[in-house]
């Protein structure tokens, strides 16, 4: 008798790379980041067949929602925001086992009620499953949460087995260095810091983990990465939407927390860190730390520039300036826009500057890494007829993934004249456009205990050790300083005068 076939979920375990029986448990279950991304991260994690065969979704918030109704809202989500369609098949594999818990986040009783829901999937199992707690919620919850995650034993759940309690905590990881401490030091009055997943959804961008493998796997950039080839390295993070309805948080934030201090610095560590000695998560995370600490502080006075946007054309339409917003101060002194100039300490970049950049507003959304590379001496090559571009590799993060490289080439005729050319790669023409989104690997790494493209408390706190005495002489300053650039513009005439200062201009992405 021929055997019955297993059902699509259950079949080829090898492609779930491991992960044990798990729970996902999301505290703000209602919450945007859970629509926009978490939901529709699992259910694409599902439909690649990439999740465990006993997977549990286990929805948690303040509202009494039925488990039938936070199931319509996940439907909902995957409807709006999933890179796929919605497919009955695939979605009836997670909805039967999609539930909700309704409590506070500084209520003790709720949390045992949690932890008599996930006993109860234990039970239904029949096997030990692997709790992972994801707080996608604002940061004035963290604490409660975890102090509760330690008092009704979750934390400790299964510690010391391979599938031992985990917790994803999202950013922003701290206000400044003195927070940040705070915020390690209640996690690790309740879990090890093995159990510990702070997530910088940049991490899981297929590019930023590219970048890895175009510095380790090819032997024609390593010889060249270094002070006697590369002239600097600029790293842009820019949007082209204001603050919009976010101006009361985004007040409390700026540009160099909301981008420049997390997402902005990862990208520093791996374009500059040294190679590891293997891809195991702690020899990655000890070169990051290792290259930050390598930073020299930063002088307020020298290496920085700041700005808000004012009124400006975005695609034809006119939109207001920052001190226009609604929830804006009107006298408020809250970057926009940040420029940094890093100088990094030690034998590879010496006397090679770093120039970050993040703001809203400006000529079109891109994240992108540009090292340009040193020019070659101009004896050849000098004089008219000779258009030569200096050599940039650039790694585009988003919106369109990929990289280039610019050359010098000649151009067909019987002169000889020179014109850049530019090789580039994409992975939607390579590889095909539905590439998987961050969160979808974060999730997954985070369920079979990989942590290599996650934050390490050390790592947070020396990040905020450089940018703390900045953000100090930012607010001690209030507006004086403040630069201004006009909405869909590249920045500041101010951030210009920063390269000015060592020769180099903006490259346009």
């Known amino acids: 008798m021929a055997e019955t076939p297993r059902h699509p979920f259950l079949q080829d375990l090898s492609k779930h790379r491991g992960a044990p029986p798990t729970a996902v448990v999301i505290f703000g279950a209602s919450g945007d980041l859970t629509a926009r991304k978490l939901i529709p991260a699992v259910y694409n994690l599902a439909a690649d067949n990439l999740l465990p065969p006993d997977f549990h979704l286990v929805g948690y918030g303040r509202k009494p929602i039925t488990d039938e109704a936070f199931r319509e809202l996940a439907a909902s989500a995957i409807k709006e925001f999933s890179r796929r369609e919605l497919s009955d098949d695939v979605w009836f594999r997670i909805a039967e086992r999609t539930t909700y818990v309704a409590g506070g ?75 940040a401490r705070e915020l390690n030091k209640t996690i690790t009055g309740v879990l090890e810091e093995h159990q510990v997943y702070r997530i910088d959804h940049y991490l899981g961008k297929e590019t930023v983990q590219d970048l890895l493998v175009q510095r380790f796997a090819n032997s024609i950039f390593e010889p060249l990465w270094n002070r006697n080839f590369i002239d600097n390295v600029q790293i842009t993070v820019s949007e082209e939407v204001g603050v919009g309805t976010r ?166 005729g019987l002169e000889t004249r020179t014109q850049p050319v530019k090789m580039s790669f994409r992975y939607s023409t390579t590889f095909g456009s539905n590439t998987p989104e961050a969160y979808e690997r974060l999730v997954l790494d985070a369920m079979i205990g990989d942590s290599t493209l996650f934050i390490r408390g050390d790592e947070a706190e020396t990040s905020w050790k450089l940018y703390t005495p900045l953000l100090e002489a930012w607010e001690a300053a209030g507006r004086d300083g403040m630069g201004e650039y006009a909405a869909g513009s590249w920045g500041p005439s101010n951030a210009d005068a920063l390269l000015a200062a060592t020769d180099h201009v903006w490259r346009k992405p």
């Open 105 to 179: 986040y500084d209520d003790p009783a709720a949390f045992d009620r949690l932890a008599d829901h996930l006993a109860k999937i234990d039970e239904k199992v029949g096997r030990e499953v692997q709790p992972l707690f994801y707080i996608s919620t604002p940061p004035s919850v963290f604490a409660p949460i975890l102090e509760n995650l330690g008092s009704s034993n979750l934390a400790k759940k299964y510690l010391g087995k391979p599938h031992h309690a985990k917790v994803i905590i999202e950013k922003p990881f701290g206000r400044d260095l003195e927070s």
């Open 247 to 412: 101006g009361g948080y985004y007040e409390q934030s700026g540009a160099l927390r909301d981008m420049i201090q997390n997402h902005t610095m990862q990208l520093v560590a791996l374009t500059a860190m040294e190679p590891p000695v293997s891809l195991d998560a702690e020899a990655i995370r000890d070169e990051k730390v290792k290259l930050l600490r390598a930073i020299q502080p930063i002088d307020p006075a020298v290496d920085v520039a700041r700005a808000q946007y004012a009124e400006g054309m975005i695609a034809g339409k006119s939109e207001p300036g920052y001190l226009e917003e609604e929830g804006i101060a009107e006298q408020s002194g809250t970057e926009t826009y940040a420029a940094i100039k890093l100088s990094i300490n030690n034998w590879r970049w010496q006397g090679v500057p770093f120039y970050l950049r993040s703001g809203k507003r400006m000529a079109r959304r891109v994240t992108e890494i540009a090292v340009q590379f040193k020019r070659p001496p101009g004896t050849l090559f000098a004089g008219g007829g000779f258009d030569l571009a200096t050599n940039t590799l650039s790694f585009q993060i988003q919106p369109d993934e990929g990289l280039s490289l610019i050359l010098n080439g000649k151009v067909p």
